[in-house]
């Protein structure tokens, strides 16, 4: 990121909100849970899988948690009720990872009986740093009870091989990411390069080991990289799944469909899509360029 677009990132946050969220568009369904069912259908039509995310996190507030859940919920009977082929994402700060781990865990393991009734997959998304060690912890609770849940690591932590060592023996189902959140360097990788060898080698450990693996990415050298492990260690396209997020490099998540692969799309929705939209934008400073020059053009 040059100087000029970091000062355009850090201008961001002063922008006014309908500005940002006139951008934001691209990124997340809508406010409801509607969105985001119209938003699977049309992807499901043309062959696309979803994974649906109700926006938050970092709660602090024991009542916040509960209504975070309760939207979870939700999303698992729309996902039935409209034979959406879809799965569900959740954020463990959004329901009380920071408050009381038993608090988060029983919310957890609500969700998880529900959508096991449903025969629905939940993916736990992973957060900062901060949040690691008990993301896992959680997660390997629930997976001696449900065999519906899954773990995501980032590829940026220096931790996240010996992870995988640790998380393949008990079979988990995993996504593999850069990782978004900025970490300090005595624990995360910072070179582009160095996370992109992180990944294809972490990689490689899910892959051997027959472990499930969604491959989140949008980075082209990971995905060659990547179609390259599947062909030399002879995976069925049923033992992987390529994942991106709405709104980004449409045109190659089409390519990869047409390749062969299977394709799972996360589909964000809600009113709490600031902070959310915030972490896109810099994942793409052209974007920050772009709303900074709709505040000076007023949109035109
Ligand atoms: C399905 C999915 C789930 C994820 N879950 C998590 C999670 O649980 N925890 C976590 O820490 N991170 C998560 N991430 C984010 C991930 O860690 C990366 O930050 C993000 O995917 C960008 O990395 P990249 O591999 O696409 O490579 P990049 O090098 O960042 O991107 C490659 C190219 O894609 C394009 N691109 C990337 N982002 C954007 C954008 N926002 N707008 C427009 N174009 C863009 C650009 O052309 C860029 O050159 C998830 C990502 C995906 C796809």
Redesign the pocket.
Known sequence: MNIFNKILVGTLLLVPKPVVRKFANR?IAGDKLEDAVEVSKKLNDKGIMG?IDVLGEDVFSEDDASRAKLSCLSVLEAIDKHKLNANQSVKLTSLGLKIDLDFCLNNLTEILTAAKSYNIFVRI???DSSCTDDTIKLFEQSHEKFNNCGI?L?SYLRRSFADTEKLIKIGANF?L?????IEPEEIAFKDKQEIRNSFLRILKLMLENNAYV?I????DY?IDGSYRLISELKKSSDQYEF???L???ESLRDKILKDGHRM?V?IPFGTHWYQYSIR?FK??PQ?AGYVMKSIFTGGK
């Open positions: 990124y994974t998304d992973m957060e995501v980032q996504r990411c850069k990782g978004i959140y969604g989140a990415t949008h980075d990971l994942q991106m997020l709104g980004v490099r799972r996360y896109r994942e793409n974007m």
